[in-house]
């Protein structure tokens, strides 16, 4: 029975945080740099009264924490989603600190969210929520301290509503660069509606180059299987299909559906358009929503929500290759098993750090007033995502190599406990990305 404490991100958060500290010797030579590290520098949570459709005034709380401003301005999505609370926001915005860092992009980490299930809003109430939520955190977000972007039920319009908002309170100023992810006649850039997707895909692709997966060296003929089908997991499922994989499974908070063979993404696409789900596509098995995450595949993409991948299902993942294009989608506990089980893991601060990238390039472009072409677009994010994929690898490489070196230091400092276990690519991921982190704090020092 998994307890809701295990479930919280910011536990998970924690730990994968943990875990890359045996490996870097300044937590040593600092004592309290876990904590400065960790701990975020700032926590906003706002309340907003929002008259809906039939006349009534509902209360919802919204919040927005900065993480870490040590890299740059804070730079992280908003979502609406029921469970949003403080400690959620407190671990997604973490790992925008991370993600920001190893995709070595000038940004720090943020996050933000409202209490809400937006699936149950009209378009006015969603957009009296955004414009509610945005004038009330004021200064707390602007171009060059804080930037949103879309998330979990947000999207280009939501970024549409949050730019217009806060031009209204700052009129004669470019605001452009206070949001990313805008539609592109409105300062977005071109290619950001895809690159998550796209970044994963990339990591992939070139993860396989490197043969970290004995036995498969590209995507084609690659069995997938996706769990989510909104902006993340939909074009998951058209970008691995025209790079030749076999998309066998998909989802969404329905259901699911499977098709051995392959199925038709484009006519899945057109079926969720017009039902609004991707359940009841024809001649298919259908599937609970979670067993999307067992079906047999080379490669599972878990591109809905955290905690899907628990203790006591991860034993039934048959997928060779796990590619966390959802934030936080694997608990500790299920990462073990998986890994036990020889499953390898790209971890979601390197597989859907794509997003954050363009994210990046759209605010170049606001303050610059330019615009990409698109190709300039792709070249510029293949190359950083094949960047910090072999920086993995490498680092990880490095890590095992050492790894006598390490654990007989843990052992001296840590005798009663078990010894260090071989690092995962989750750790050298961080082990790179908390590096940096704490190269800047030191170089900068403490103010004042
Ligand atoms: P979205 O709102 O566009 O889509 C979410 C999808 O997940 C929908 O298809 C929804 O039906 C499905 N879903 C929700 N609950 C589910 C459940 N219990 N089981 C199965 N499916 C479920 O959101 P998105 O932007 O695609 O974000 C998905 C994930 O990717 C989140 O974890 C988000 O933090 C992460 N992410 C998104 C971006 C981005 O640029 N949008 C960037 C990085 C990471």
Redesign the pocket.
């Known amino acids: 029975m998994i307890t809701e404490g295990e479930l919280n991100p910011l536990r998970v958060a924690n730990h994968q945080f943990n875990q890359a500290v045996p490996f870097l010797d300044q937590f040593k030579e600092c004592t309290g740099m876990r904590e400065w590290l960790f701990e975020p520098e700032q926590v906003v949570r706002v309340s907003l009264p929002v008259r809906m459709d039939d006349g009534c005034v509902e209360m919802f709380r919204g919040y927005r924490v900065l993480h870490s401003n040590a890299r740059g301005p804070g730079k992280g999505?908003f979502?609406f989603h029921p469970t949003v609370n403080e400690e959620e926001v407190r671990a997604?915005a973490a790992w925008m600190t991370w993600k920001c860092a190893l995709v070595d992009v000038p940004f720090g980490g943020a996050k933000g969210g409202v209490a809400c299930d937006a699936r149950l809003l009209s378009e006015g109430e969603k957009a009296r929520v955004t414009r509610r939520y945005i004038s009330a955190l004021g200064d707390n977000i602007g171009p060059h301290t804080d930037i949103p972007?879309?998330?979990?039920?947000t999207?280009q319009q939501t970024m549409a509503w949050v730019f217009d908002t806060y031009s209204m309170m700052h009129p004669g100023e470019n605001c452009f660069p206070v949001v990313t992810?805008k539609p592109v006649d409105l300062g977005g850039s071109l290619g950001r509606d895809s690159?998550?997707a796209m970044g994963s895909l990339y990591v992939t692709e070139h993860f396989l180059e490197l043969g970290g997966l004995p036995g498969l060296t590209s995507l084609k003929g690659a069995d997938v299987a996706i769990?989510?089908?909104?902006?993340?997991?939909?074009w998951a499922a058209r970008l691995y299909d025209d790079a030749g994989a076999r998309i066998v499974a998909v989802?969404?908070?329905?259901g699911g559906i499977f098709e051995p063979g392959g199925l038709d993404v484009k006519r899945v696409a057109d079926h969720k358009d017009a039902t609004g789900s991707v359940v009841d596509f024809p001649s298919t098995k259908a599937l609970a929503?979670?067993e999307v995450l067992e079906v047999p595949c080379d490669i599972l993409i878990p591109?809905?929500?955290?905690n899907?991948i628990v203790e006591s299902n991860a034993g039934r993942v048959q997928a060779r290759l796990v590619v966390e294009?959802?934030?936080?989608?694997t608990t500790p506990e299920a990462d073990v098993i998986l890994h036990d089980n020889g499953i390898i893991v790209l971890p979601?601060i390197l597989a859907?750090a794509g997003?954050?990238v363009v994210s990046y390039y759209e605010w170049v472009q606001n303050l610059q007033n330019q615009q990409w072409e698109e190709h300039e677009v792709q070249e510029k994010l293949k190359k950083k995502m094949y960047r910090a994929t072999n920086v993995v690898v490498t680092s990880r490489a490095a890590l095992v190599d050492a790894i006598d070196h390490y654990r007989a230091e843990w052992a001296v400092d840590h005798p009663d406990e078990s010894p260090l276990d071989a690092p995962t690519i989750r750790t050298a991921a961080y082990v790179v990305a908390v590096g940096r982190c704490v190269k800047t704090l030191m170089e900068r020092g403490i103010w004042p």
């Open positions: 999505g979502r997604l972007a879309p998330d979990l039920y999207d992810g690159a998550t769990q989510g089908f909104g902006n993340a997991g939909r989802s969404d908070s329905q929503p979670r591109a809905a929500m955290e899907q294009a959802a934030n936080g989608p979601d859907n997003g954050v």
